[in-house]
Structure formats: C-alpha cells, structure tokens
C-alpha cells in the first residue's frame, strides 16, 4: 500500500464538509488538488472513501469504518506532538470553552478578569452553542453541558454542579396561581428544540399563548419587557428585575465539565478546568437557585 498518510486531514475535512470546495478553502489548495489527491488516496487503499450524491460527498460503508481509524489517528499525533512541546507544561496558550451562551455570558464571563490575572498568558475563546462540539477537532477543550454525557472512553468527565430553573415575570404577574399558568403568554424558544427539558417541562404547563425567542438572552429580556412569563436559570432571572411567581426552583439540570483524556497532561488544560470546578463550586447556591 502506497498510501499517503499527509491525506488524512483531507480525508476528514472532505467528511466533515461533504463538500470539495469547501474542503479545499479550508486548507488552503484549489479543488483541483483535493480531487487529485482523494482520487490516490482511495487508489491506495484499494476502497471508494466516498460516493457522491445531491447531499455531497458521503462516506461508504467502508469509508466511514477508515474514517472512524483515521481521526483516532489523527487525535493520537495531536496529542503526540502538543506533549512533545515544552511549553505544555506552561500555561499560556489559547483554551476553547463551550457551553450555551447563557451560562457564559451571565455567569463565566465575570470570573475570568480573576483566572487572566493569575494566568496572563492564558488565550480564552468562550464559545457560545448548543451543538456538541469536537474535542478531537480541537473545536473545544472544555465544555460545560447540561445533562449527564454517556461513557466515552476518550473523555474526561465529571459534575461540577447543578443548574436550577425557575418561572420569572414583571410584578404585574405577581400573585399568579400554578393553575392560572396556562393563561398566561409564555416566552420560549423555537418548537425545534422540543427536545429540551424544558420545552418538555413547558409542554405540561400547556400554555395557550406562547412567544418564541432564539436564545435565553432574549427571551428574559424580553420578560424583563413584560411580554410574559418564562422559565429561566435562576442565576439570570435572580439578577434581573424579574420576580419568581415561586419560590422554588422547577426544574434542575446536571452541570458536567467535559474535556478529551489526553488534555489532562496539558498544563493550561489542567489550569483552566480546576478553575471552572472551583467556580462552579462558588457559585454553587447561585447556580442552583437556592437563595436569592
């Protein structure tokens, strides 16, 4: 097998993308190189990696079993050439957070000013986004999610806390009753995230009117507004002008810190991720909506 193993990346990109173009923007070659070298690569390797439809370039059966090799591959010479640096074990260098946008723009984003100046060479990018981003990609280095992740035996994960969610409006909704609730003109999000817990829980209230917004930002808000009510974390409509119609928090989530395995040999990784677990644990009544 005369097979290149330079294409590897290429291989994945194209997988990533489904597109040729695309694939060939993102690293930097015409398409016609891209081409060229899919065309020796899968030559090499005796099997089509890819068919081509109206969705793009979709990988075969047997395409998707090389892939699945080559981006462990991949992920083992990242981590093979980041420990190999000595700067590893300095920390400086940049650090992908992800978590939804909420929980980074109303709760993290006030610490850090703390961790830059312990770490001033430290490079934050907080990334705002529901979807699950990559770790082997290098997408993400650390992401905080809101439900409890399944087994993967490449990850690092632990709890870090518990989100609590409570149902906020202006005073003119004081007083409301649980059973009055359905009446009420209800703030959430699209009906494409139905799947969220607390669409689900949103659903059991009912509700006949309801406003969608994009994002928790906008959606308290517009709360704050008066243009209804909402089920918001807590540490966001505790620091609002927004009253609970009650007391106790409705709903709650797990808060889990995820990074890939390999990070923990990483100095500025193993820095920032003490750091997050030390917040949360500081801001765990916040966090949770036990006091105001």
């Known amino acids: 097998m005369n097979f290149d193993w330079n294409d590897i990346p290429l291989l994945l990109k194209l997988a990533e993308s489904g597109n040729m173009a695309q694939t060939a923007r993102d690293l930097g070659l015409v398409t016609s190189t891209v081409s060229r070298r899919l065309a020796a690569a899968e030559q090499a390797l005796g099997i089509r990696v890819f068919i081509r439809n109206h969705a793009?370039?979709?990988?075969?059966?047997?395409?998707?079993?090389?892939?699945?090799?080559?981006?462990?591959?991949?992920?083992?010479?990242?981590?093979?050439?980041?420990?190999?640096?000595?700067?590893?074990?300095?920390?400086?260098?940049?650090?992908?957070?992800?978590?939804?946008?909420?929980?980074?723009?109303?709760?993290?984003?006030?610490?850090?000013?703390?961790?830059?100046?312990?770490?001033?060479?430290?490079?934050?990018?907080?990334?705002?986004?529901?979807?699950?981003?990559?770790?082997?990609?290098?997408?993400?280095?650390?992401?905080?999610?809101?439900?409890?992740?399944?087994?993967?035996?490449?990850?690092?994960?632990?709890?870090i806390g518990t989100l609590g969610f409570a149902v906020y409006g202006t005073k003119n909704f004081s007083g409301t009753s649980r059973k009055e609730w359905p009446t009420l003109p209800w703030l959430s999000f699209p009906d494409e995230f139905a799947k969220l817990a607390e669409m689900q829980w949103l659903a059991k209230i009912g509700p006949k009117q309801r406003i969608r917004l994009t994002n928790i930002s906008m959606i308290a808000h517009a709360c704050e507004a008066g243009v209804g009510v909402a089920l918001l974390p807590c540490f966001v409509g505790d620091r609002s002008n927004l009253i609970r119609l009650q007391q106790e928090p409705e709903s709650q989530r797990e808060l889990w810190l995820l990074s890939h395995k390999d990070t923990g040999h990483v100095a500025r990784f193993r820095a920032v991720s003490q750091w997050l677990s030390e917040q949360a644990r500081q801001d765990a009544d916040l966090l949770a909506g036990i006091s105001r």
């Open 56 to 159: 793009g370039y979709q990988p075969t059966e047997a395409g998707k079993v090389f892939l699945a090799h080559a981006d462990t591959i991949a992920d083992r010479v990242k981590t093979m050439l980041l420990e190999s640096k000595e700067e590893a074990q300095d920390i400086s260098g940049v650090v992908n957070i992800t978590a939804i946008d909420v929980l980074l723009s109303h709760w993290l984003a006030g610490h850090v000013p703390q961790l830059l100046a312990e770490h001033p060479r430290l490079d934050l990018n907080l990334i705002g986004d529901f979807r699950e981003l990559s770790f082997t990609r290098r997408e993400a280095d650390l992401a905080i999610r809101l439900n409890r992740p399944t087994a993967d035996a490449a990850l690092r994960m632990r709890k």
